[in-house]
């Protein structure tokens, strides 16, 4: 009798337990489906939120490769003494003694950074082009520091010997075409003025590689998102 009792009770024992592990397996089970169906949802958004970013970007991104292309062309026809690029004298003194930056507004991929959004992204292809297009060391920047340098010298330069270079854009007393003429003599015969023009060029040269690169990432990490949210 006393044995049918233990049997008994050691039955509804291993009932119980089995009962309570099935109900922990199931409820961990069921847990673990919402937690994946949730990472899934927060990584259609981290993609959608970045596709957005990136369609803003790409009218900038189109607006200085215009640009850099446009100052670039400049300088070689001024360089070279070609006849056959119009320019103002202000575009002229933009491209020379100036410098256009990059700034692109990534402001949506570096929340999602520190907010640790991006730790949803389970895809290893857009994984590599989320991190090839947003590098911090990306080819667009390469040379951008040393064209700084450059463009500062030129300005030195110009203040020290040929004032009337930068005095000469308010100037009502010549007309356009003469302050053009009176610059471009300066860049033909002072063959030091004509070295510093000369390593500013191959830096923006560089950059305008360098936006190419950025393009074409922009446009692979968009097709990667695209792909994936189709």
């Keep these: 009798m006393r044995n049918k009792k233990v049997k008994k009770y050691l039955i509804k024992s291993i009932l119980e337990f089995i009962v309570i592990v099935l109900g922990i397996s199931v ?22 939120d970045i596709k957005t970013e990136l369609n803003k970007l790409s009218n900038y991104i189109e607006a200085r490769t215009t640009a850099f292309n446009y100052d670039l062309s400049l300088i070689d026809s001024i360089y070279n003494n070609s006849p056959n690029f119009n320019f103002t004298y202000k575009e002229m003194l933009i491209a020379i003694t100036d410098w256009r930056g990059f700034s692109p507004g990534i402001e949506i991929y570096s929340s999602l950074k520190y907010d640790g959004g991006l730790k949803y992204i389970s895809n290893p292809k857009i994984k590599v082009a989320i991190d090839r297009f947003y590098a ?28 009337l270079v930068l005095l000469n854009e308010d100037s009502n007393s010549i007309n356009e075409a003469q302050k053009i003429e009176f610059f ?10 004509r070295s510093l023009l000369k390593a500013k060029r191959r830096f923006m040269k560089s950059k305008s590689d360098g936006i190419k690169f950025y393009k074409k990432s922009h446009q692979n990490l968009l097709s990667s998102i695209d792909e994936f949210l189709n």
């Excluded at 847990?31 to 259609?44: F, R, Y």
């Design 136 to 163: 911090p060391n990306n080819a667009i920047y390469a040379n951008m520091d040393d064209e700084v340098v450059v463009q500062r010298e030129i300005l030195k330069f110009l203040h020290l010997k040929y004032p």
């Design 184 to 193: 471009k003599k300066i860049i033909q015969n002072d063959l030091s003025f």
């Design 27 to 48: 409820s961990f089970w069921v847990n673990n489906k919402q937690t994946i169906k949730q990472n899934k949802n927060n990584e259609l958004k981290v993609y959608k």
